[in-house]
């Protein structure tokens, strides 16, 4: 199984921003924790836990994925400059795009009609 270039580096932008994260949460009192870790993303993505990740997000429904997405930002979230980084705004931009994807969003009239 292959994985898609852009997998890849969207993966290593979560990781690097939830790294970043447990860098300014816990610099002070684990950095032996952190020098432990591994820097590369995809060591720490096996081909099975990609397969039972991808498993696992198709049987999401929107709201769980969203919940599963602001879970992550949330994680990634307590660096200086997170809110202007491209992790932030791929996570905005997966809401974004579930929300206006969705069969109930996609139904409902466009604009507000009186009763």
Known sequence: MSTHPNIKKLAELVYQANFNALEERYSENSQDYLDSLDRNPMTQL???DYKLALAKAN???VFQFISMIDYM???C?????????????FFDSLVYNAIRGHQSYTDFEWGISKP
């Not at 979230?77 to 705004?89: A, D, V």
């Open 73 to 75: 930002k949330y994680q």
């Open 46 to 48: 096996s081909r099975d």
């Open 77 to 89: 979230s307590s660096y200086p400059g997170f809110e202007q980084s491209i992790c932030c705004k």
């Open 59 to 61: 049987e999401l429904d």
